[in-house]
């Protein structure tokens, strides 16, 4: 689905490449001012408990392994420190103050969660330190500049809007939208129905499920009624994997799918191998992309994690710390000097998604003609590239 070529930077694409192959650059500093020093920490907020702790831990994955092909280039050495907002708002602002707090942390990387991520960002720009977002889409969040908030992909209104598009792609016509109720439900699901509308795609119904449900019956039997001849799940992996179970044993077998925040094995693992079959995935990252930068990320993860590196939360977040490595290399070497760099910076080279200039806002407009998301697909068991 997607043609752009994906380009390996000097600061941070290159060191991870050389680095799979067992290589590596000596380390020094790449501050760009002698007076740069030669370790620095991070802070790395989001789940790392709860229900949505699959993408804390893995953001907080795909951060340490940027740092760690950072200070592989050249940089300064980096220690990552971890933050747990429990994919909850209130937690996330407390997380926000205590990262203000503490003046050794020269950046944030988080949250994973839209709603967290709009709850902290006010007392992040109270504080001065640079928030580099990496997995948040809401559009509420670079819908006007705030000048220490980053983002390194699209929000709701392209992502929602690509789904709609692949929904299309795979036969769905009239499609029946199961939501979740919150930011990330509400900006897909608004942003898939404005796309839908424009590509001839009836939308049957729209169901917004309530917080914290597991019986999703009834709302599955609603939609069916009305017709419906696909599914779009508007959610993410916790919700979408009972979903795609419960209408598979009801015996509805509709082509479903699902948005980039279920791009995780754990998607089968809830819901079940035989369920989740065929299941389409409008993705932002492909696992089994042949790209050296993609194949490099890949090689790395498994070598220090195990197993596979087949989610987005952890490819995202190293592809976000190119934001943070152009900006030290270029002379940010504290958090006034990062938010600095970044801004007049704009084109950053990430490793995993290419050559990419930030907007007005410091957020992401894909190329109409390039769509960022790709078409992945349950086959055997595992996530792949779709057909």
């Known amino acids: 689905m997607r043609s752009r070529v994906v380009l390996l930077s000097s600061g941070l694409a290159a060191a991870m490449l050389l680095a799979a192959c067992g290589g590596g650059s000596e380390g020094g500093d790449s501050g760009g001012s002698g007076g740069a020093p030669s370790e620095i920490s991070v802070a790395v907020a989001g789940p790392t408990t709860g229900d949505n702790a699959v993408y804390g831990n893995e953001q907080l994955r795909g951060i340490q392994l940027a740092a760690e092909a950072f200070t592989a280039a ?99 016509t009239k499609v029946g939208v199961l939501t979740s109720p919150d930011d990330y439900g509400a900006g897909v699901t608004a942003a898939f129905q404005k796309t839908a509308g424009e590509i001839g795609m009836t939308v049957a119904k729209q169901i917004t499920t309530s917080p914290n449900q597991k019986d999703f019956t009834p709302q599955l039997t609603d939609l069916k009624n009305a017709g419906a001849d696909g599914l779009a799940l508007a959610n993410t992996y916790t919700d979408a994997a009972l979903q795609i179970k419960q209408a598979r044993a009801m015996g509805w077998k509709v082509p479903i799918i699902v948005t980039a925040g279920s791009n995780t094995p754990e998607l089968i693992n809830i819901g079940g191998k035989d369920a989740t079959e065929g299941t389409y995935i409008a993705a932002v990252f492909d696992p089994g992309s042949t790209t050296p930068g993609v194949a490099a990320f890949n090689k790395a993860y498994t070598a220090k994690f195990g197993g596979s590196s087949g989610t987005e939360a952890a490819a995202m977040a190293y592809n976000s710390f190119e934001i943070f490595a152009a900006s030290w290399k270029a002379g940010g070497t504290g958090r006034e000097g990062v938010i600095s760099k970044a801004a007049s910076i704009k084109t950053f080279e990430f490793p995993i998604t290419g050559k990419t200039t930030l907007n007005a806002n410091q957020g992401i407009d894909p190329d109409p003609s390039d769509p960022f998301s790709v078409l992945l697909q349950v086959k055997g068991g595992v996530i792949a590239s779709g057909s």
């Open 74 to 172: 050249g940089g300064p050495k980096v220690k990552v420190v971890s933050f747990d907002d429990a994919a909850d708002p209130n937690q996330g602002a407390s997380v926000a103050q205590k990262i203000c707090d503490d003046t050794s942390l020269i950046a944030a990387f988080g949250h994973s969660n839209s709603s967290v991520t709009l709850a902290a960002m006010p007392i992040y720009q109270r504080c001065g330190i640079p928030l580099i977002v990496s997995y948040s889409s809401n559009p509420k969040i670079t819908a006007t500049l705030t000048s220490n908030v980053f983002r390194a992909l699209p929000d709701d209104n392209a992502l929602g809007g690509e789904q709609a598009i692949l929904g299309k792609q795979v036969g769905m």
